[in-house]
Nanobody, 127 residues
Framework: QVQLVESGGGSVQAGGSLRLSCATF????????KAWFRQAPGNEREGVAV????????VYADAVRGRFTISQDKAKNTMYLQMNSLKPEDTAMYYC????????????????????WGQGTQVTVSS
């Protein structure tokens, strides 16, 4: 059974940094792409960033471009999200997701094309 396990969330002040990790277990081959989504209370889930496994191409939401960096370590089957210059509006539950269908950087990422999801990790940014 495929499992995605996130870690690295927490509470920081505005301007601070956090690094989220998403480790994949239970599958011997790589997904075609992985993504980070987030959902704040009262808001819809939104895509944050996508990375295509084969070529490592990335795409970001306008709100985070230039501040967040998505990356992967194929050998460890792990994905990361480095978040710098955090703002209070970045406060949300962050979820990683893996797709065996999506193989391009189309935006926005469609959640229903991502087969597997992590349990979520809370990020709280105070002003």
């Amino acid at each position: 059974q495929v499992q995605l396990v996130e870690s690295g969330g927490g509470s920081v002040q505005a301007g601070g940094s956090l690094r989220l990790s998403c480790a994949t277990f239970g599958v011997s081959y790589s997904s075609t792409s992985k993504a980070w989504f987030r959902q704040a209370p009262g808001n819809e889930r939104e895509g944050v960033a996508v990375i295509v496994t084969d070529d490592g191409s990335t795409v970001y939401a306008d709100a985070v471009r230039g501040r967040f960096t998505i990356s992967q370590d194929k050998a460890k089957n792990t994905m990361y999200l480095q978040m710098n210059s955090l703002k209070p509006e970045d406060t949300a539950m962050y979820y990683c997701a893996a797709s065996f269908r999506v193989n391009d950087g189309a935006w926005p990422p469609e959640a229903d094309k991502y087969n597997y999801w992590g349990q979520g990790t809370q990020v709280t940014v105070s002003s």
